[in-house]
C-alpha cells in the first residue's frame, strides 16, 4: 500500500515507481539477509573456537590420564619384578643354607659310613681267605 500511495503522489508512472519502492525493500531485505549471513558466519566462528578449545581440553586430559596410568602400571610393573627378584634371591639363599647343612650331615655321615665299608671290606676279605685255606686243605691230599 505505501507503493500506492507513493505512486499517486509522484509523477503518474505508477508502474515506475512501485519498481522502485519494489527495489528499495529489496535492496533493505537484501542487506537484513546479509547480516544475517555475517551473524550466523561470526557465531559459527565463535563456536568453532569454543568447539576446538573443548576438544583440545578433553585431549589433553585424555593424554593426561594416560600418562598418569602408565605411570602407575609402570611403577607396579617394575615393583612385582623387584619383589620377584628379591624373593627369588633369598630362596636361593634358603637353598644354598639348606644345601650345605645337608651336605655337611651327609659329608659327617660318609666318613662313618666309609669307615664302617672299609672294616666290612676287612672281614670279609678275612672270611674269603678263611673259607679259600679251608676249601684249599679240603681239596689237598693227605700226606
Known amino acids: 500500500m505505501a507503493a500506492a500511495t507513493k505512486a499517486k503522489n509522484g509523477n503518474g508512472n505508477i508502474a515506475a515507481e512501485a519498481f522502485v519502492d519494489m527495489a528499495a525493500q529489496a535492496s533493505e531485505g537484501a542487506k537484513a539477509a546479509a547480516n544475517n549471513v555475517v551473524e550466523a558466519v561470526n557465531n559459527y566462528g565463535a563456536n568453532s573456537v569454543s568447539y576446538l578449545n573443548a576438544l583440545q581440553n578433553l585431549t589433553q ?11 602407575v602400571y609402570a611403577d607396579f610393573v617394575t615393583g612385582v619384578y623387584q619383589q620377584s627378584m628379591d624373593q627369588s634371591l633369598a630362596l636361593r639363599e634358603q637353598f644354598g643354607q639348606m644345601f650345605e647343612a645337608h651336605y655337611q650331615k651327609a659329608e659327617g655321615l660318609n666318613a662313618g659310613e666309609q669307615q664302617f665299608l672299609f672294616e666290612a671290606v676287612e672281614r670279609f676279605q678275612a672270611q674269603a681267605k678263611a673259607n679259600s685255606e679251608r676249601v684249599a686243605e679240603f681239596f689237598t691230599p693227605a700226606k
Open 61 to 71: 586430559t585424555n593424554l593426561d590420564l594416560y600418562q598418569n596410568y602408565a605411570k
